[in-house]
């Protein structure tokens, strides 16, 4: 079975980008930058992040964990 978890263009944001999956025994935390208003490194980027306590069965609503950091280079 494969899920999509983080779609470009969804919530607001142009892109995810650098996605990073962590589980422990039945819970999964996925995370991923979700950058605002393109997909350059530059500009608002968000930390976002959805959990599955079964596995992967199911999944949280995406959750927003670190806001509007700004990404100067």
């Not at 992040?49 to 509007?68: C, K, L, M, V, Y």
Request: glycine share 6%; net charge negative; hydrophobic share 35%.
């Amino acid at each position: 079975m494969t899920t999509t978890l983080f779609t470009n263009g969804d919530l607001g944001y142009a892109c995810y980008n650098i996605p990073s999956i962590v589980s422990n025994k039945n819970t999964i935390l996925a995370l991923a930058e979700a950058r605002r208003d393109s997909c350059d490194d530059d500009g608002f980027v968000d930390i976002v992040s959805r959990i599955s306590e079964d596995f992967g069965q199911s999944w949280s609503n995406t959750a927003i964990i670190s806001h509007q950091w700004h990404n100067l280079q």
